[in-house]
């Protein structure tokens, strides 16, 4: 697997399971920063962690720094909801970053992108995922129809720039 190549990462069974786990949960809505209009989608956060270090490992294939993950989350979009361009990056002043974010399509609706500036991916099938660097520029389109549920893991490293 390299970054920016789509790779099939859960099976539809899996992808099932994600989807169930999520409507079984506390739906939120999606939050940035700041008072940023930039978000309007809905979320839940994933804690169950049997999993976790199967991703790590997978990780650190690429660049073997990464230490943990951020609780992953699960991203439902219906027409009219959407993530505009954002970065995932984590405030310089932490003793983790995220060091890679990997987005993995749950289940596609028409017209729903994941795009990068330089990259886009419409649609990534039912299970496929993209790993890319937290500091590239993404966002989600939104959806003519359906709904598109997407699932984002945050790999961490050590900030080796800290001070």
């Not at 739906?27 to 809905?42: E, F, M, P, V, Y």
């Not at 650190?60 to 954002?86: M, R």
């Not at 990534?124 to 993209?130: F, P, T, V």
Request: aromatic content about 12%.
């Amino acid at each position: 697997m390299k970054l920016y190549e789509p790779f099939q990462f859960l099976t539809d069974k899996e992808c099932d399971q994600l989807i169930s786990y999520a409507y079984k949960n506390n739906i939120i809505a999606g939050r940035t920063l700041g008072k940023s209009t930039k978000r309007k989608n809905r979320i839940v956060w994933y804690k169950e962690s049997h999993q976790w270090q199967k991703w790590i490992d997978m990780f650190n294939s690429i660049d073997n720094c990464i230490d943990w993950i951020q609780d992953p989350q699960i991203s439902f979009y219906k027409p009219g909801e959407k993530y505009d361009w954002h970065v995932d990056t984590t405030p310089k002043h932490r003793t983790h970053i995220r060091f890679f974010t990997l987005i993995c399509e749950l289940q596609t609706a028409p017209d729903s992108q994941l795009q990068l500036q330089k990259h886009t991916y419409s649609p990534l099938s039912k299970g496929q995922a993209i790993i890319f660097k937290p500091e590239d520029e993404h966002r989600a389109t939104t959806p003519l129809s359906g709904e598109r549920i997407s699932f984002t893991i945050w790999a961490m490293a050590k900030n080796v720039t800290k001070h």
